[in-house]
């Protein structure tokens, strides 16, 4: 079984973040990233579903302008593991 390239996926999704934390945010390209419905889940527990629409790009743009104020300047992928289940 072929599998898809994952190292290019996330190399190419940190780029787009990268061009984020720069003068604006690139939201059509990160949202490419994501699945037209997707699952978050945050480290207090809660979990949802969002929808891959406008609204959510809102989203990126607040969550982005928050990463700005706090310092962030990059992101960098460190590895991709992958394990077939």
């Known amino acids: 079984m072929d ?4 190292q290019q996926f996330f ?3 940190a780029n787009a973040c990268e061009r984020s934390l720069g003068e604006s945010v690139d939201g059509d390209a990160i949202r490419n990233f ?7 889940a945050s480290i207090s527990g809660q979990v949802a ?3 891959n629409d406008k609204t959510f790009e809102q ?9 700005k104020a706090i310092g962030t300047t990059s992101m960098k992928i460190d590895r991709v593991e992958t394990e077939v289940l």
């Open 49 to 51: 579903v969002g929808a």
């Open 34 to 40: 994501f699945a037209e419905v997707f699952i978050s």
């Open 59 to 67: 989203t990126l743009r607040r969550g982005y302008d928050f990463y």
């Open 11 to 13: 190399r190419e999704y």
């Open 3 to 6: 599998l898809p390239d994952y």
